[in-house]
Structures are given as C-alpha cells and as structure tokens.
C-alpha cells in the first residue's frame, strides 16, 4: 500500500507541475501584456516597472522559473482587479465555501444515486425502474444552468404561494441557502451514478455469492444491504473522483446563478475581467486539488478492493 | 375421429427426397444485424426520428422562415409567442384637450374643509375610457367628485383590492373639475388596471374606483411608412395593420426567437458534431498507433495521454479561450474547436489503445498473421472493423459533452461571439430575464435539452446494437 501510494503521490505531483506549465503557456499566449492596458506609460517608466516585474527577462527559462518557484511556495501574486488583495487570500476566502457547496451535493449525489440505483435494479423493468431511469435521461440531458434556473423559478414561486420564505432564492451564508444549490448542484451526477449502481446491481445480483447466501437462508434484506449494495458500490466509488471534478467545476454556473460566493464565481468573474493572476492561481488551485481528490478516491479505492493494489 | 391403425408402411425407412428442409436464414453481417437490432429499439428509433426533425429545421427552416435573426425591433422586445401581431394605425397630429365638467368648482368648500366632522370623498364614478385605448395613449374619464380638489390616477398590471397595493401614482389632476387623464407613458400591449381616487386637497380619498383596460398594439402612420410596412399614401387612421408574427416570440433585443433558434442550431450543432468527429478521429489514430506499435511508443504516447486527462477540462477550456483572445468580427468557433480537440482526444485514445491490444491477441488476428498477411491487412481487415463499433459509440456519447461545453462556455460569456447566436448565448440572455419572459430561456434551453437527449437515446441503442455479446445471445 505504502509504494502505491508514493507511486501515485508522485505521479499526481508530475500532474500538476504539467498543469501549471500548460497554464503558464496559455497565459503567455493572450495577445499583449499586463502593463499595456495601463494608462499611457513613457518609456522609461515602463522599462523600469517591466524591470521590478521580471517582465524584461526572457518568458523561459527566467520568468517560467520565476512562476514556478512562487507556485511551489503557494504565492499565487496580487489580483489584477481586486485592489490590494492576494489571489491567496481570495481563495482562502471562496474556496471553504465551494468545499461546502461541493461536499452537500456530492453526499447528495453520491448517497441517492447509490440507493435509487440499487433500487431501480431490484424493480427491474417495472414500472418504478422505467420511470425512474426516463426520469435519470432526462436528468443527464438538461444542462446545468437550466437546472439552476428552473430551481431558482421554482423558489420564487414556492415562496410566493406559501408567502414566506421556505428557502431563501440567492445569496449565501446559512444551511437554507444551501439546500437548493447542492441539489442542482448533484442532479445529473445522481442521475450519472443511478445508471452506473443500476447496472452493477444488476450484475451482482446473478453473482454467485448471492445464490450461496440465499441458500443459506439469509432474509432478503440482509442479502441487499450485506452483499448487492455493498459489493455494488465499488464501481461508484471509482467515478468519484471524476464525480468530484464535475461537481466542482459544475459549481461554476450554480455559483454564479444563486450568487454564492464561491471560487466557481470568483474563477468566472477572473475571467470575464481578464485578472490575468487570479485566472492563473485558481487554474493551477483547481487542478492541483482535482488531483489530490483522484488521489485519493483511488487510495480509497486501494483499501476496499486489495485487487488494485496489487495490479 | 378414427382410431389409428398402424400399417406396414408406416415402418418403411424414408426415401431421400423426404428428408426435412434444412433451413438456413441467409447470414446476417455484423452491421446488418446490428441496424436490425437498432431498428428494433423503439427508443433509438425515436431518437433518429427526433434528430432527422433537428436537422431539417436547421437546414431546411431557414428556407421556410426567412426572418433575419439579427434585425432588432426595440418595439416588440421580449414578447411571448404569437402567432399573429396587429397594430392599430393611428395619426399622432392631435393632442387631446381633456375633460373639464362644466360649472363644477375646482376646490371644496372651503367651510366644509374646516369643518371637523367631514368624511372621506367618493370614489370618482363612471371610471370609463375615451377612444380605443393603444400603446401610445390611454384616455380615462370620469364623473366629478364632490368636494373634490383634486384627482390621483393609478396604473397597476393587476386587479388591486386594496389602497397600498395601487402603489406611486401615476399622474395627478389639481383641479376637482378636471376629470379626465391621457397615459402616454410607456405602455404595452396588455391588460392594465386603472385607478382614480379624489383628494379634497389635505387628504386622499381611501374610495377608489378601478378599470381594467385592454391596450391595443399601436403603430403611427408615419413610422409605419418608415419602416415599409406600408406604402407612403397608404393606410389610415383606425385601419389595423397585420404585423410579422414570432411564434416563439422575441427576445431582450426584439429579435425573433424561431429564426434565433434555427440560426443558433446551426452553430451549436456545428461545433457538437465537428469537435467529436475531430477529436475521436485523432484519438483513434492515436490510439491504434500506441496499441499497434506497442512497447516503448505505447508507454511514451499513453503517458502524455495521461498528463493531458489529467488537466481540468472545462478551466482549460475557459483558459484557451481567454488565451486565443477573439479579434472583433470573429465568432470564436474556430478556438472552442481547436480547444475541445486539444484537450478531449486522450479518452478515445485510450478506449481505442485498449481495443487495439485486445485484438492483436485474437484467435483470428494470430491466424491471419500466421497465414502472412500484411500489417495493412491486418489493420485495415481486422483492427479498424472491429473496433468502428465502440468509436461509434464513443463519437455518440461525445456530441452531447461537445454541445454542453459550447454551451456552458457561452453561457458564461466565454463561448460563441455576441452576434452569432447559439442556443447557449441565448440561454445566457434568457436567464436575465428569466422572471418576466420565461420563454426567452425556456426555448433554447429545451433544444438543447432535446438535442442532448436524443444523442444519448440513440448511443444507448448504438451500444446495445453492436455489443457482440448481445448479438450471441439472440
């Protein structure tokens, strides 16, 4: 276990050194540079402020390493437009809540998906399980964003026939403002994983081991949550990470819909004001998380399947 | 019935015209059986039907709408579907004088004012309307109050039951004998609820009176020549004039959305289906180099197929897109393309690879080579056969993430250029006002969900189709 998971810790670092070396190319590729926006400069001063920036040296090997070197040590610079803030401290402030939004919807996700799932499977092809496989197409064919807003119409509405406030339609900060996100948030990854616990269920449910325990006598339930949901939820847990990825960049469009004030936002933002840094640090913050989660889930993966670990 | 009685004959070996037909159904080829099977499939059947329908409205509903989706009409913004519009023709030349009662006082009595017992005014009576109301002027009347030194009118969109919900008032009228007020102030066609109340100058009157007025679509005599809906001369006052209908309705800008629609199809579609096609394509070739070869080129190629899954998807796509930067005129198609290629091959590459090792290690590769036959038998005969069926499906399965993505990035302002119109821009503009004129994003919102939705119906019925082991069971 300890050598996979070293081979996998460094592989996941040799990822993200590539992540940021992609980064800094496509950022040098944007036509221009951050000080010609500014107001007009004479020469002198530019040269000197191009000086106390670097921007004079050559862009590889001096500036690259220059990057490189404030990635490594965690400074991701000042933001362009935010004035005296450090994309540091814009992402120590909007990526908890993220995390939070992220965690509600996986949970969601990740919980129904497997009991929907697993249901779907023991109902096969009646009418439980047709409705509520139509109901998971559909789900994996709406767009997010319809989602979000269809939710928010749905608030509006609920709200004003109850006429108080059963949810709050926007805005951040107590567990009633995020209910509603997260479960926009998670649909089609509930509706993704549905599919996937269907099918292994189905599998698993002509295995062997579940012949022998029904002839041993095991009541029905006991064979469902011992044997099927336990050994049908493995493959759910390989996707995870990948899930985690959706969920967190799906966020972008929740966050920006129900106003939350997450780095979701903030990235989208950073990008439609061209905050060259703040585009920079949340890329190479981003990837560099999604691959710790991958990580992880695989280590995870690792300790309940012992197969892995050993391929 | 009669018994059976067996006889002699009945023991006689069979000759050999009496054997049993042997029945053979002619040999089905891998595709025949597999377009068998997905004509089967009522689901993918109505996929294929739902997308033939997506493709002739693209191609062939512009012919048959020739709306042009840009031309803007700040008139008719945000107007929901209809499938005919009139304007009522009216010349702007006269002003209207207004009502004034005759002989009626313009203030109250400035004793009963005093006195300290007076009670609250009526409500005006006879609230009524003077000609035919329209979008350039509602003209309200109404009988004198007495006591009454003035009037306060209202304009509400609902029937309102109580005095706060009349909200600011509209106009004002300082004189009790002044009974009458034109609304020219920004009106829609509609249903518009009126109010009037009396003052008797220190306080207003609780008693209103409200009439609900339907307000007609109205177009000037000279702004209708302008714009060539008439011809100069023609058409007079009073006349109703047909003007073009939006079944669909028209958005934020007043641009039609049916013709909106079809136009934007046309970009989403060309960059759902072109993206896969390119990237499938080159994975596949990619793939089937590494799985081919194999060895040290295999592990070189897989190892940067991996660092490239690796990147996060959509934050590269946003960053290649910010990076191309967009020079005015452009509509960005080429960036998102060049983007989704560069960053989506490594998984069909890898499907592909994995396809790939697992045939060369068939019974019937080993044969063939055995036999002797050339590399490019053995891949043109067997490795590309044998695997067109997962690319199908993969390619299937990758026109939806394609369409997504297009939308997703548009819809964050980072997508297809403002005037080339996408169903994720106009999704984007929608959401704006989502609360007023739902179908603004309703529409573009349900082609793509339609669309997606399709694509995923019919690679379902793809893979079962080519799934081999399906096929052996049948």
């Known amino acids: 276990m300890g050598r996979y998971a070293i081979k996998r810790i460094i592989q996941g670092l040799i990822t993200i050194w590539f992540i940021a070396t992609a980064t800094f190319a496509a950022m040098h590729a944007v036509p221009g540079d951050p000080l010609s926006n500014e107001k007009a400069t004479t020469e002198a001063i530019r040269k000197n402020l191009e000086a106390r920036y670097g921007l004079d040296r050559p862009v590889f090997p001096d500036q690259y390493f220059i990057f490189l070197g404030n990635m490594a040590k965690g400074d991701f610079g000042l933001s362009f437009t935010q004035q005296n803030r450090r994309v540091n401290d814009i992402i120590l402030d909007a990526f908890p809540v993220s995390a939070q939004l992220g965690v509600l919807a996986i949970a969601f996700a990740a919980i129904g998906g497997v009991l929907l799932g697993a249901f779907t499977a023991l109902k096969r092809n009646r009418w439980p399980d047709v409705t509520v496989m139509l109901a998971v197409i559909l789900g994996i064919s709406v767009p997010s964003f319809v989602f979000a807003a269809l939710g928010q119409l749905a608030l509006v509405n609920a709200n ?74 493995l493959p759910v847990i390989t996707v995870l990470g990948p899930a985690i990825a959706a969920i967190t960049t799906g966020g972008f469009v929740v966050e920006l819909v129900f106003a939350i004030p997450g780095l979701g936002r903030a990235f989208v933002e950073a990008v439609q004001q061209l905050d060259y840094t703040l585009i920079m640090g949340t890329t190479v913050f981003y990837g560099s998380f999604l691959v710790f989660m991958v990580i992880v889930v695989d280590l995870i993966y690792g300790l309940i399947d012992p197969r892995v670990r050993l391929a | 019935m009669s018994a059976y009685t067996p006889r002699p004959e009945d023991f006689a070996p069979l000759g050999a015209q009496d054997a049993a037909p042997v029945l053979v159904r002619p040999s089905l080829s891998y595709w025949a059986d597999a377009r068998a099977r997905l004509l089967r499939n009522p689901r993918a059947v109505g996929s294929l039907a739902l997308l033939a329908l997506l493709g002739l409205f693209t191609t062939v509903g512009p012919l048959f709408w020739t709306v042009d989706p840009s031309t803007q009409n700040l008139d008719r913004i945000s107007e929901p579907p209809n499938l005919s519009a009139e304007a009522l023709l009216i010349d702007r030349g006269q002003r209207w004088p207004g009502v004034e009662a005759e002989g009626w006082p313009s203030a109250p009595d400035p004793a009963w004012l005093a006195s300290p017992t007076r009670t609250a005014l009526d409500a005006p009576e006879g609230l009524s309307v003077v000609g035919t109301p329209h979008t350039w002027s509602v003209r309200l009347r109404w009988s004198p109050v007495e006591n009454a030194a003035g009037y306060q009118i209202y304009r509400n969109r609902y029937r309102p039951t109580a005095l706060n919900e009349l909200g600011l008032p509209l106009g004002d009228r300082w004189s009790g004998a002044e009974v009458s007020y034109e609304d020219a102030l920004a009106l829609e066609p509609g249903v518009y609820w009126y109010s009037v109340t009396a003052t008797d100058g220190l306080r207003e009157s609780p008693h209103f009176q409200t009439l609900r007025v339907e307000v007609e679509r109205a177009l000037p005599l000279n702004a209708a020549r302008k714009a060539g809906l008439l011809a100069p001369g023609d058409g007079e006052p009073g006349q109703r004039l047909s003007l073009p209908a939006h079944p669909l309705g028209t958005d934020y800008l007043g641009r039609d959305m049916l013709s909106r629609l079809m136009h934007g199809a046309r970009t989403s579609l060309f960059i759902g289906l072109l993206a896969p096609l390119l990237y499938v394509l080159f994975g596949t070739a990619y793939g089937a180099a590494a799985g081919f070869f194999g060895g040290r080129a295999d592990a070189v190629l897989m190892r940067l197929a991996d660092f490239v899954v690796a990147l996060p998807f959509l934050l590269f796509m946003i960053l290649f897109r910010v990076a191309s930067g967009v020079e005015a005129g452009e509509s960005g198609i080429t960036a998102i393309l060049v983007a989704m290629v560069l960053l989506l091959w490594p998984a069909t590459a890898r499907l592909v690879r994995g396809q790939i090792l697992q045939i060369r290690e068939e019974g019937y590769v080993q044969a063939a080579r055995l036999l002797g ?89 793809l893979r079962d189709a080519l799934d081999a082991r399906m096929r052996a069971r049948e």
């Open chain 1, 160 to 233: 004003d026939a109850l006429g108080f406030t059963l949810l709050p339609v926007a805005g951040w900060g107590e567990l009633s403002h995020m209910i509603m996100p997260a479960v926009v948030l998670g649909l089609s990854t509930l509706a993704f994983l549905t599919r996937l616990m269907r099918s292994s269920m189905l599998e698993v449910l002509t295995a062997d081991y579940i012949r022998t325990a029904r002839a041993k006598g095991v009541s029905e339930g006991g064979i469902f949550w011992r044997h099927a949901l336990r050994n049908a939820s």
């Open chain 2, 373 to 461: 036959a050339p590399q490019r038998y053995l891949i043109f005969r067997h490795m590309i056969p044998n695997t067109l069926g997962v690319i199908l499906v993969t390619l299937t399965f990758a026109i939806p993430t394609a369409i997504f993505t297009e939308a997703f990035l548009s819809f964050i302002g980072m997508g297809v250029a403002p005037p080339t119109p996408s169903w994720g821009s106009m999704c984007f503009e929608g959401l704006k006002s989502m609360l007023n004129s739902p179908h603004e994003l309703f529409f573009p919102a349900l082609m793509i969900s339609l669309t997606v939705l399709a694509f995923n119906l019919l690679g379902d019925g």
